[in-house]
């Protein structure tokens, strides 16, 4: 078990238009945070920021510098693309797991130029990047916020629709049992579990769950909406609501496609939300 990871930091979404895909998820309710742009490369975001954790529209504004394989996966699809796992300090993390003899990248430095009304504002991060061997199913890191007040400003966490955080996550992958024992030794054996026929990890905020694709399309119906679902990869995203009547109210005056379905969640069609399935749930 590693003790540095203090829970989900962040999602992010690979979205091939990053204007368009900031208007969707306006229109779904969300405030977005201006523009930021990562320094060195050719990507850029708007960020749905929460009291604890967020999600990340990431796109490709300068396709001729580095877009850390961002292009490859949007020339497959667009939608959940990696989780980032929040840490307090990158550097004892990376320790830890080389003291577990787990491989891991880092710490690598990033800053992102971020487009504020006030002027250019320039937030610092330490990142810890992990192989696929122990977050199968998952493209995942981990992050350090050098300067959270940038980051976390707080008119960007009112969002209409109520949201206040994401409750969870699921993955398609081929054999959920068989990837128990990798996240048991990222987790702890006690946070990971079977249930509803998938895999569940605890993270210490928001639950990850692995499933075929069969049981993903049982779990979250919104994913019979997509072209496919990855044979592992990141799917369905489930956000927290204060209240689903405002949610649904805000929804409905948007003109947005959503359903209920028999667990009280509120069901967002994926062509509405850059590929990735959302349902709200009420927190």
């Given at each position: 078990m590693?003790?540095?990871?203090?829970g989900v930091d962040h999602v992010l979404v690979g979205v091939r238009g990053l204007e368009d895909a900031r208007r969707a998820?306006?229109?779904l309710g969300f405030t977005l945070s201006p523009r930021g742009r990562h320094i060195g490369w050719g990507t850029a975001n708007h960020c749905i920021m929460f009291a604890r954790d967020y999600v990340e529209l990431l796109g490709i504004i300068d396709p001729g510098q580095f877009t850390n394989d961002l292009d490859r996966f949007l020339a497959v699809r667009e939608?959940?693309?990696?989780l980032a796992l929040a840490c307090d300090d990158a550097a004892a993390a990376a320790a830890e797991l080389a003291a577990a003899g787990l491989p891991a990248d880092g710490p690598k430095a990033l800053?992102?130029?971020?487009?504020?009304?006030a002027g250019e504002a320039m937030p610092a991060f330490s990142l810890v990047h992990l192989p696929a061997s122990l977050t199968p199913g998952l493209s995942a890191f981990f992050c350090q916020h050098l300067s959270r007040s940038l980051v976390w400003q707080e008119a960007w966490q009112n969002h209409p629709n109520g949201a206040c955080g994401i409750r969870g996550l699921t993955a398609a992958v081929a054999d959920p049992g068989a990837i128990a024992r990798a996240?048991?030794?990222?987790?702890?054996?006690?946070?990971?579990?079977?249930?509803?026929?998938?895999?569940?990890?605890?993270?210490?905020?928001a639950v990850l769950r692995f499933?075929?694709?069969?049981?993903?399309?049982?779990?979250?119906?919104?994913?019979?909406?997509?072209?496919?679902?990855?044979?592992?990869?990141?799917?369905a995203l489930t956000i927290a609501a204060r209240d689903l009547a405002e949610t649904a109210a805000c929804l409905t005056g948007a003109g947005v496609a959503y359903g209920w379905d028999d667990r009280r969640r509120i069901l967002v069609s994926p062509l509405e939300a850059t590929g990735v399935v959302v349902e709200f749930v009420i927190e």
């Open positions: 590693i003790e540095a990871i203090t998820w306006r229109r939608g959940l693309l990696g800053r992102r130029s971020l487009e504020l009304p996240y048991g030794a990222l987790f702890g054996a006690a946070r990971v579990t079977h249930a509803d026929g998938c895999l569940k990890v605890d993270s210490g905020t499933a075929t694709a069969e049981t993903l399309r049982r779990l979250h119906p919104g994913a019979a909406e997509l072209p496919s679902i990855p044979e592992s990869g990141l799917v």
